[in-house]
């Protein structure tokens, strides 16, 4: 269906870096009262954490990063949309308090990047990370289990906990030459870096000729990515180019939606802002096989590119230089979320690691985007440190080995979502460059592997 749009009620976004961004988000003191359960009444600085201190009594300890990271004001989170602006790109692991000062039961905090934010009592109780807290949130993100259940996991929690770590698969701890030939044969998956060429085809052949769809469902198996040229530069061409694989994959955004830039936008990827490197729709246990990025009219300023980057590369890379940070992002389940209401009321969440492996320890399929990583984590405070170096190191590591290319009028970018990352240059929609129109839409592998099989058949074309 046309029209659909993600979310609501996303502004323009702010750099959070200035150190002039006011006390947008600051909860005005009130007057001298009892503090209630969830006010914080106390806080402890630290090296790399700020325990907090409720009025009821219990504490919690919150990583820097993760408070950074999560700060709740409207240059860094959309409440309407409920989704993250800071990027990960944004965030410095060394980030500090500069000031931390605790007024009418909130924790006001002045960062090293020059930022303040400011957290409210029932906001960081609700996301405190005690064993007991993150019981009682499980019961509502995965249905609720038996109460005993959740009481003896908590009490097993400390054990569980050290378990998770110790990673179950083995790490190749030698180093491989980063200079290494960028195509690198990994079964019938080819890894590629920086300077990586997309395979590209024409529209009209793929369409009429089974032996050109045929080489563009290998190459898009193979690579991860295929430009379709050439194509109409009408909405609903990507639905026809889908129609003659399988069913397209519907979402709670509908069969497709439009990526237009908006007066009044309502979603962050409806501004001109930068979007960081992702997999589309990570809160869906099964997110989408493939995304399909039909450009009907492009920008004509600058940016409003889209960086690619390999993951099956970038996790390789990490398994070889960075074990243990791979071994984190292999063994850390985090979640992802999306709620709001488009064609009907949803609330998505999804429990996942940010590397998925199949049982012969191969990457299965990548989860990331700063946009909808949930602020609430089941882990320690020790686990949530771990798990941002290992994912800003992973997200450096995508960038250094990524592309760019902008898209023009009739191009079609299919990118295999569980595996090439995908963002977009920020560019500035008021000008006179033109508005930007891009229309997506999503296709399983399941569907495309199944037509390969078909074609192969038809053609009598064996594959090695
Ligand atoms: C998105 C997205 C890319 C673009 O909306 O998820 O990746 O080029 N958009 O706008
Ligand atoms: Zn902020
Ligand atoms: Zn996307």
Redesign the pocket.
């Known amino acids: 269906m046309g029209y659909c749009m993600r979310g609501e009620g996303v502004r323009a976004f702010e750099r959070c870096l200035s150190t002039t961004v006011p006390r947008q988000a600051q909860v005005p003191d009130t007057q001298i009262r009892q503090p209630g359960n969830s006010d914080v009444t106390e806080k402890q600085v630290d090296v790399k954490t700020i325990k907090a201190v409720f009025g009821d009594g219990t504490t919690s300890t919150y990583p820097h990063v993760w408070l950074r990271e999560n700060c709740t004001c409207k240059s860094c989170f959309n409440s309407d949309a409920i989704a993250r602006l800071f990027l990960i790109d944004d965030l410095c692991l060394d980030i500090r308090p500069n000031d931390a000062q605790v007024k009418g039961g909130n924790l006001h905090v002045e960062w090293s990047d020059g930022h303040l934010s400011t957290y409210t009592g029932k906001w960081l109780h609700e996301r405190a990370f005690t064993p007991e807290a993150r019981a009682k949130r499980r019961s509502r993100y995965m249905l609720s289990r038996h109460e005993e259940h959740d009481q003896v996991r908590s009490r097993k929690e400390g054990r569980k906990e050290k378990e998770r770590k110790r990673p179950t698969f083995p790490i190749r701890a030698n180093r491989p030459s980063l200079n290494r030939p960028v195509a690198h044969e990994s079964d019938s998956k080819v890894r590629w870096g920086s300077g990586f060429q997309v395979p590209r085809l024409n529209f009209q052949s793929a369409m009429e000729e089974d032996q050109v769809l045929l080489d563009w469902l290998v190459q898009l198996e193979k690579f991860g990515v295929v430009l379709v040229e050439d194509a109409p530069t009408r909405v609903g061409t990507i639905n026809d180019f889908i129609d003659t694989l399988g069913f397209i994959k519907s979402t709670h955004y509908g069969q497709d939606y439009e ?1 237009i830039n908006q007066i009044t936008p309502n979603n962050l ?1 409806y501004t001109g802002s930068k ?1 960081g490197l992702h997999t ?1 729709m990570p809160y869906y246990e099964y997110p989408p096989g493939t995304t399909w ?1 039909h450009c009907i009219r492009q920008h004509e300023g600058k940016g409003g590119a ?1 960086v690619l980057s390999d993951g099956l590369n970038a996790t390789e890379l990490m398994k070889e230089i960075h074990p243990q940070h791979y071994a984190t992002l292999v063994t850390t389940p985090i979640y992802f979320q999306d709620k709001g209401f488009q064609i009907y009321d949803f609330d998505k969440i999804t429990k996942t690691t940010t590397i998925e492996l199949d049982e012969q320890g191969k990457l299965k399929r990548l989860h990331t985007s700063s946009q909808s990583r949930d602020s609430i984590m089941d882990l320690t405070p020790e686990q949530i440190l771990a798990f941002y170096s290992a994912l800003k190191t992973f997200n450096n590591t995508l960038y250094e080995h990524s592309i760019e290319m902008k898209t023009k009028p009739g191009d079609i970018l299919v990118l295999d979502n569980s595996r090439v990352m ?1 963002s ?1 240059t920020a560019f500035d929609p008021s000008t006179a460059k033109g508005p930007r129109h ?1 229309h ?1 839409a999503y296709i399983d592998w399941d569907e495309l592997r199944s037509k390969r099989r078909v074609l192969q058949d038809k053609l009598g074309v064996s594959l090695t």
């Open positions: 990526i990827a979007l589309d990025l889209n995908h977009r891009l997506n």
